[in-house]
């Protein structure tokens, strides 16, 4: 068995989180959400680096085996850099899907939603040159992270401000959507409402789970006993709010696991 922890901005890891419970649901977890600080998609890389970077070291001190960073911009600002500086534990990063997504859709074009930093990353533009043959419309979702934050995600003002952003994507012709921020499963319902049910959605969290089961597997660390482990869930804002949401956004049935949650404001 292994201790994970999965970081994030605030609750977005937690569609990750989700993903997980459902692969490796005898794994211990914990869950660390940044939320005080979110969003980071708005911030500087500098900022976003040296910040995923304490929070990281901080996973380990508290014994973690594996780290899934469940959250695009970190990823794209600082995945290199943590991994070089804690090397001797796998560090699991999430991408926009949109290898994926060039591979599913028939006409050749595809939206990518993201934050401002993840579209603005040398990562992200690197992962683009890769793929020259797909038309890609890029949106950053300014706004929306905070509206999920607060448990908003289904409200009018999400909608509306969803409409606006999915706009150039919908008159561009886009057949094919890269969910690409963690916070974002949590909007399919409103997207599925504007786009309708024909738009193919990308969100990469079931391959990006398998990823992890490969790391253990190879590390002998993944046993699978049929059990259910711990999840402790950890925010540097409000922890009960954090165990909330995690029972009203996550399909898994938390009560079958081992729940504490609590509030840490420093991680050093
Ligand atoms: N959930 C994060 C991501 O995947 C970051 C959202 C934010 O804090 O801006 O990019």
């Not at 989180?17 to 708005?42: F, T, V, W």
């Not at 796998?90 to 939603?113: D, F, R, T, Y």
Request: hydrophobic share 40%.
């Amino acid at each position: 068995m292994a201790l994970i922890g999965v970081f994030d901005s605030g609750v977005g890891g937690l569609s990750i989180l989700d993903e997980a419970l459902r692969q490796l649901p005898e794994h211990d977890y914990i869950y660390l959400a940044d939320s005080i600080n979110a969003p980071y998609g708005e911030k500087s890389s500098e900022w976003i680096a040296s910040r995923s970077m304490e929070l990281c070291k901080y996973l380990v001190a508290q014994g973690c085996d594996a780290i899934l960073l469940a959250c695009n911009t970190a990823t794209a600002e600082a995945i290199a850099h943590i991994r070089h500086e804690l090397n001797h534990i796998p560090i699991i990063g999430v991408e926009p899907g949109i290898k994926p997504a060039a591979m599913q859709s028939a006409n050749g074009i595809v939206g990518v939603l993201a934050t401002e930093a993840t579209l603005k990353s040398d990562k992200f533009s690197a992962l683009l040159a890769t793929l020259p043959n797909c038309q890609f419309i890029k949106q950053a979702g300014a706004g929306l992270v905070p509206l999920i934050e607060s448990g908003q995600a289904n409200g009018e003002e999400a909608l509306e401000l969803l409409a606006e952003h999915l706009e150039p994507i919908q008159d561009a012709g886009a057949d094919t959507l890269v969910l690409g921020c963690t916070h974002y499963p949590f909007l399919r319902k409103a997207i599925r409402k504007l786009l309708g049910d024909s738009i193919n959605l990308i969100d990469t969290s079931e391959a990006v789970v398998r990823q992890l089961k490969r790391k253990l597997e190879a590390q002998g660390k993944h046993l699978d006993h049929g059990q259910y482990g711990s999840i402790k869930l950890i925010s540097s804002k409000d922890a009960e709010l954090l165990h909330q949401m995690a029972q009203e956004l996550m399909q898994s049935d938390l009560n079958q696991h081992r729940i504490e949650s609590q509030l840490v404001s420093s991680f050093r």
